[in-house]
């Protein structure tokens, strides 16, 4: 048999657990729980009814607890079997850790019946949200998203203000066959315009014709979408639809996992036609077509970062792996826990903009790539890189952080700025 990684092993121990207490027949006391809690039927409906029934099938092995990231670090700080069985029950759930969840998506990968817990925490996130009981940050972000159309800090007015000096094509003025969607943390962050301008620069080499929607581009929504915002969400992603279809762009290419996983999956429910894809999906067939060729080696060592939405959401494990093979002198060493079970970085699902107590995901994860010895961790997520260099330098770890991007740039164009 295969050696365990560290998910299996604690999802394990909160097996035996459950199997040595005193109650070993249920999870929990659920007469208790009944008998001080009231099971509303309507609730119930209405879980089975967002999820598509996702609760059914579980029969409360606790894998998914066991496995949960954030249980690595911060012991009983989330339990998403007692969520899942709260929803089977038509419990109300309001407890606070339910906004702890970064929908990492590791405890559907190791549930044996592959339940969609993640959809469970937002149908519970929704039910919240409509009763108005949402964390004030997400209230502040949410505000900020519909006045101004940016879920970070910044004007609409500054969104192109990356672009300055690299000849990109005005999509909101002139039509283009590819439209290059920024979005909000790119688009603000002076660190992640450098991957935005990488971006621009390897697409231009390859003869791409493409071009960004600048000062009209708004954000994706994918925080509302996982703040359960659901009405909001639709009436912003129609906007959002008529916008990219006045481009006449044939394809849309994103920056940021979350925004591809929102164009590809969520997108669609409400209209849009345009196909869309993650820049990795797009770069890799660009060189498999040979219309991009790298010709300066690196020389270097890198390790690979599994972005939760990249991989486990979309499925995307091989392309960044395929495109840092075909620079010259790049030699990958892979860490423990990689592809479906990739450790979070601790950004998803809203996590980003709260201020949640207690170890870093990110800690625990550029500690594992350090182990490798590589110079460099590649993450192809925006939020990734943020929270990856802002432990590389808390941990004071010899760690180079780059977007796979940023390595095609450098070695087609020489240093990355």
């Not at 949410?142 to 970070?152: K, R």
Request: proline residues 4%; aromatic residues 8%.
């Amino acid at each position: 048999m295969g050696r365990k990684d560290e998910g299996d092993r604690r999802a394990d121990k909160e097996d035996s657990k459950r199997r040595d207490s005193p109650d070993c027949t249920e999870a929990w006391r659920w007469e208790e729980v009944i008998n001080t809690k009231i099971v509303d039927i309507e609730l119930m409906e209405k879980l089975a009814e967002l999820t598509s029934r996702a609760a059914d099938y579980c029969y409360q092995c606790g894998t998914c607890t066991g496995s949960c990231p954030l249980n690595l670090l911060n012991p009983e700080s989330i339990n998403p079997r007692r969520i899942v069985r709260s929803a089977q029950l038509g419990l109300v759930y309001d407890d606070g850790n339910l906004w702890h969840c970064s929908t990492c998506g590791l405890c559907e990968a190791k549930c044996p019946w592959s339940i969609k817990i993640p959809d469970v925490v937002r149908a519970y996130r929704q039910i919240s949200s409509e009763k108005r009981k949402i964390p004030q940050k997400f209230e502040e972000i949410l505000w900020m998203v519909y006045e101004d159309g940016t879920a970070f800090p910044g004007s609409s007015m500054e969104r192109a203000a990356w672009t300055e000096g690299l000849n990109i094509r005005d999509a909101s003025k002139q039509k283009v066959q590819v439209l290059l969607y920024v979005g909000c943390a790119v688009s603000f962050d002076k660190r992640l315009q450098k991957v935005a301008a990488s971006l621009a620069k390897v697409l231009s080499t390859a003869g791409v014709d493409f071009g960004v929607l600048g000062r009209q581009e708004r954000c994706c929504g994918d925080v509302v979408y996982n703040i359960g915002e659901d009405a909001f969400l639709e009436e912003l992603a129609s906007q959002n639809i008529e916008r990219f279809n006045k481009t006449g762009a044939e394809a849309i290419i994103t920056i940021s996992p979350h925004s591809a996983h929102m164009f590809k999956k969520v997108y669609p429910r409400y209209g849009l036609k345009i196909p869309a894809y993650h820049y990795v999906e797009f770069l890799n067939d660009l060189i498999e077509k040979g219309k991009i060729r790298m010709s300066k080696p690196l020389d270097h060592e890198v390790t690979v970062h599994d972005p939760c939405y990249l991989g486990r959401y979309l499925k995307l494990y091989e392309e960044p792996r395929k495109i840092l093979s075909s620079i010259p002198g790049t030699k990958i060493i892979e860490m423990n826990d990689i592809k479906e079970n990739a450790i979070c970085c601790g950004s998803g699902g809203g996590r980003h903009f709260l201020d949640i107590h207690g170890e870093r995901l990110s800690h625990y994860r550029v500690a594992q790539a350090a182990q490798t010895g590589a110079k460099t961790l590649v993450a192809p997520c925006p939020f990734c890189i943020q929270n990856f260099e802002d432990s590389v330098k808390t941990k004071k770890l010899g760690l180079y952080v780059r977007d796979v991007v940023e390595l095609v740039d450098q070695s087609l164009n020489g240093e990355v700025r």
